[in-house]
């Protein structure tokens, strides 16, 4: 059992030699988040959130400073299929279908696919997918696809997962109906999950705590704490209290 599942920024940063030029994309970033938390990752395009997600999958390494993920280093967390991942598009295989997709982290870490066949039926059930197990990604809607692609990041049950403007491309509606499904996928599993956004109102509607960033160079504006009891219900989007969020939110993307 990991008792610390949670994920650790020590003064990391990370540059990117350009033409001529040195890009700061993370300057000096320090973030904690406990064990089983929820935090949305918002800021300007370019302000290095995605290179947050990267280094801490150890998809790419820091120019300096220490990542822990689940106590251990990126790497490591992710071999052990400690981590999962979703990014904004679904990625799914074309010729695999639904449950042959979820099932891709298994293949990739060589577990044995046999062992998991309860695991992704529940998984499959737990994204409203019943039904679909043997279509092939072209036959799916858009929000179904990223559904297939959230329950692909959950397959190795991941102590830590990391999710990429997942529902970025989605219209508004469907956002809406996909925050309230992973919410409550989260309150079921307790990931300690790092989602990077771009809506406040779906970064105030899931997470603990909202972390703005600012660009160049890439760093942490302010933290905005989310103290809204679960489950937040669909209605919570129109009250008083969550726009006085909201608003905080926006107020600290503006520099303020
Ligand atoms: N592999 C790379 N090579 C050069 N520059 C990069 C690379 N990855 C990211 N950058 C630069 O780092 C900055 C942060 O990028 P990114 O993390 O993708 O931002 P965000 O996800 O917040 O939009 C940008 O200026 C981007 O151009
Ligand atoms: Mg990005």
Do not use: Y
């Not at 089983?36 to 280094?55: D, E, H, N, V, Y």
């Not at 251990?72 to 981590?83: C, E, N, S, V």
């Not at 060589?110 to 072209?138: H, N």
Request: hydrophobic share 45%.
């Amino acid at each position: 059992m990991i008792s610390n599942t949670g994920i650790t920024l020590e003064t990391v940063s990370r540059s990117f030699q350009g033409r001529g030029t040195v890009v700061q994309a993370l300057d000096n970033v320090s973030l904690d988040c406990p064990a089983g938390s929820f935090t949305a990752l918002i800021g300007p395009s370019g302000c290095g959130k995605s290179t947050m997600l990267r280094l801490a999958l150890g998809l790419d390494d820091a120019t300096s400073g220490e990542i822990g993920v689940a106590g251990m280093k990126p790497q490591q967390a992710a071999k052990a299929g400690l981590t999962g991942v979703a990014f904004q598009d679904a990625a799914l295989m074309p010729w695999r279908s639904v449950e042959d997709n979820i099932a891709l982290p298994l293949d990739v870490l060589g577990r044995k696919r046999s062992d998991f066949t309860a695991k992704i039926d529940g998984l499959i059930d737990l994204v409203g997918l019943k039904g679909f197990e043997k279509s092939l990604p072209g036959e799916l809607s858009g929000g179904m696809r990223q559904r297939v692609s959230i329950a692909r990041a959950l397959v190795t049950d991941p102590k830590v997962l990391f999710l990429d403007e997942p529902f970025g491309a989605l219209d508004q509606i469907l956002r809406r109906q996909m925050n309230i499904e992973l919410q409550r996928i989260w309150m079921k599993n307790r990931a300690t999950t790092l989602l990077v956004t771009h809506g406040i109102d779906e970064a105030v509607f899931l997470a603990d705590r909202v972390v703005v960033m600012q660009s160049r160079p890439g760093r942490i504006g302010k933290v905005v704490d989310i103290p809204l009891a679960r489950p937040r219900l669909p209605e919570i989007f129109t009250t008083p209290e969550f726009h006085a969020l909201e608003d905080q939110v926006a107020e600290a993307l503006d520099g303020h």
